[in-house]
């Protein structure tokens, strides 16, 4: 398969914008009011136990909002019968994508990023039928929303990040922000900055809320520290938005956290993101898989419970 597939990745594209104009957030999967496991957070295999990454998860969220999924896993049909499992009749797969990691090409004299495909096709557990998969659908185990704040808290220490908050310090920050290393060109080495102010949790509506807004700086102060850089080259300021929130967004999944289904950021750049596809269909890919990198960077310390499926 050739390696340049503008046609593919602008389909995709294309695919992840008409979503996000008819209201589904790509990012956002929708919390499960049973609390269980099986029921929310990050997409993964059946099989394998692996979370599907970068793009996918997009997609896998688009067909689960558009089919009212409510299942976190998924499978080839070879794979579900491997559990003894078969895809009902007249049930249609969602197509993903295996790629390779980015490649750089030149293309008119400068560097451009290119992703090798291959089509893929997975069913959810709801189209799948058989009594052997029956232990996927309903768990001994039950998330709960103390539980998930336990978590966020052991992954905000476990980074040990600079982060000043203003029942510690006695400051009335107005909102939440990184503050970037001065110089930023000297980073590592800077001498100012380099750390996250928050505003008391009481002054935000819910306890979620907090953690959603600590993680999005978070993944600011993990920008440096994956290798992306701002301004950077296509590392657009909204870019670095979208990265954040979709990096804040994919740790809260992954402890079972419920995640806010409207966001005033989200909102906000929507309009540039939307251009930004229009006019480089590379856009999307690149934000999400920097996304997954900075969530993967933020928890790199820190060690998941594990549930009873």
């Not at 046609?7 to 209201?23: F, M, Q, Y």
């Not at 560097?111 to 001994?140: H, M």
């Not at 953690?211 to 301004?231: I, N, P």
Request: proline share 5%; charged share 30%; with cysteine.
């Amino acid at each position: 398969m050739d390696l340049d597939q503008p046609k593919l990745r602008r389909e995709i594209t294309d695919k992840i914008a008409a979503a996000w104009k008819s209201g589904i957030s790509p990012f956002r999967p929708k919390y499960s009011q049973d609390q269980d496991p099986n029921h929310y957070g990050i997409y993964k295999n059946c099989v394998t136990r692996e979370e599907f990454r970068g793009i996918n998860l997009l997609l896998l969220r688009i067909a689960s909002e558009e089919k009212q999924y409510t299942s976190k896993w998924w499978a080839t049909a070879k794979q579900w019968k491997r559990l003894r499992g078969e895809v009902a009749h007249n049930e249609n797969p969602t197509i993903i994508f295996l790629h390779s990691a980015p490649m750089k090409r030149m293309h008119e004299g400068r560097k451009r990023v290119y992703f090798f495909f291959r089509k893929i096709e997975v069913y959810n557990l709801a189209q799948i039928e058989g009594p052997s998969v029956d232990y996927l659908r309903t768990s001994k185990d039950k998330l709960n929303k103390n539980d998930a704040i336990r978590e966020a808290k052991k992954i905000i220490k476990a980074t040990n990040a600079d982060i000043r908050k203003d029942e510690d310090t006695g400051n009335y920050t107005p909102y939440a922000r990184y503050l970037l290393p001065q110089p930023i060109d000297k980073f590592p080495n800077h001498t100012e900055g380099d750390y996250i102010e928050m505003p008391q949790e009481a002054r935000l509506f819910e306890k979620h809320d907090y953690y959603e807004t600590l993680f999005h700086e978070l993944a600011h102060w993990a920008e440096a520290r994956t290798g992306w850089v701002r301004f950077e080259g296509s590392n657009t300021y909204e870019m670095g938005e979208l990265v954040a929130i979709m990096a804040a967004c994919i740790v809260q999944a992954r402890i079972g956290m419920r995640i806010r289904q409207y966001s005033p950021g989200e909102a906000l750049y929507m309009p540039k993101w939307l251009e930004a596809m229009e006019k480089d269909y590379d856009f999307i890919f690149k934000a999400a898989n920097q996304a997954y990198k900075t969530a993967d960077y933020i928890m790199k310390n820190y060690q998941p419970p594990r549930f009873d499926y």
